[in-house]
């Protein structure tokens, strides 16, 4: 008995004490003083030049660890072809490359993975019968 009182006791405890949250938007300026605006026709040449730090003042975001990476291959990916197109412009370069490249390595990964189980597979099989 005193254990469902004990209970008892706990679960009002518990069921009173509820929080009720608010958050306050304070209005934040839109043109923020170092940022420029970013636009899709910069120069690849300019481009390859930007340093992480200067991106994110363009930008107006801090780059994360894998925002960092990517940008890193992405300024070798355009000193590559820099090398054929001089005049490329960075909206040139996504729009020619598209996104074939994802769904090839998409593809290639999946077949990679079900080769992977199959050998696995074989394995454990050849494990428990033996040669």
Known sequence: ??????????????????????????????????????????????????????????????LNLWNRLSFSILKIKLRHDLKKDPKLNVNDYFTKKGGRHLSIWIILLSIVGVLLILFLLLLIDFAHHGP
């Open 1 to 62: 008995m005193k254990f469902y009182l004990n209970l008892f006791c706990i679960c009002c405890i518990l069921n009173t004490n509820t929080l009720f949250a608010f958050a306050i938007c304070k209005p934040c300026n839109i043109e923020k003083p170092g940022i420029i605006k970013f636009s899709n026709y910069l120069k690849a040449s300019e481009f390859v030049i930007l340093t992480i730090k200067d991106f994110s003042l363009i930008t107006g975001k801090k």
